[in-house]
């Protein structure tokens, strides 16, 4: 029987909504804070994991001003320590950072076919290096004890975190599955390490 005390929680937060997102930017690693909107999402979550006794052993976020805000704002109405990891940022889309979809289309036309290695806005992560990302950031997360973790990121990132956890491969031009997180939409998973099992536990995103 699998002991409760070797398993892990883990729940993968997007961050809230930000100034990037209000304004439709391709954001990437450019630093954008919440809106108000976006802090007032982080502190409804908040309140409402308090209500249902949500606690975390530890909070893990992306250093980006969007996603740190959102962590600070949850992991400290539940008291919960918080700790930095860049390998949490967003893609790095390159030379599309800070665009508008506008200003990107104008300047990045999208090639007929798009192979996984090929680059974002011609410097940024494609979606093989960004998949190799989430699974070294997943597998970094394992490494700790066993407990709950929150871990606050982005969409992108969160997209190929999915990709790794389930063992969905990388497809060319962007086919495949794709696992919408809206602002402050998350995922928990559980993961039992004597057995690599991945159970699914809620998918929920408010958009």
Known sequence: MIQQSSIFEFTFLRHGESVGNAEERFQGQSNYPLTDAGRAQARALAERWLKDEVKFDLAVTSPLVRAKETAHIVAG?????????????????GLMSGLTREEVEGRFPQPEFRTPYDAFGESGEGDWELFLRAGKAVHELIKRPAGKYLIVSHGGLLNKVMYAVLGIPVQAHANGPSFRFGNTGFAVFNYVPPRHQWRLIRLESPE
């Open 77 to 93: 109405a539940l008291n919960s320590p918080l700790e930095e990891d860049p390998i949490w940022m967003e893609r790095d889309n």
